[in-house]
């Protein structure tokens, strides 16, 4: 019942900021028990975990990506969004967005591809 959907652009030049958005249907940000967060894989590569925010707007990030990430909320929306900043082709991946509890994701987006090329 629960589905994500991310959205954004799918190309970003190297040094701006990429942003996506994810609007969740079948369930409110706000009401549930869930972490909602971000999850990347580069082409090649295993997934990595971006951050989360929380049902009352609390956020955590991963270490290594924590002072170029953002994620924020907007309820009336029913969205959750990820700002990455100073991206490089490095930054280069499929972008999910997925409902988390603990270690444990159950639902996902479909995913996106963002492309960091000039």
């Known amino acids: 019942q629960v589905q994500l959907q991310e959205s954004g652009p799918g190309l970003v030049k190297p040094s701006q900021t990429l942003s996506l958005t994810c609007t969740v249907s079948?369930?409110?940000?706000?009401?549930?028990?869930?972490?909602w967060s971000w999850i990347r894989q580069p082409p090649g590569k295993g997934l990595e975990w971006i951050g989360y925010?929380?049902?009352?707007?609390?956020?955590g990030y991963s270490p290594s990506l924590k002072g170029r990430s953002s994620i924020s909320r907007d309820t009336s929306k029913n969205q959750f969004t990820l700002q990455l900043s100073s991206v490089t082709p490095e930054d280069t991946a499929v972008y999910y967005c997925?409902?988390?509890?603990?270690?444990?994701?159950?639902?996902w987006g479909k995913g996106t591809l963002v492309t960091v090329s000039s």
């Open positions: 079948g369930g409110s940000i706000t009401t549930s028990s869930y972490y």
């Open positions: 925010i929380t049902t009352t707007g609390s956020t």
């Open positions: 997925a409902r988390q509890r603990d270690y444990c994701v159950d639902y």
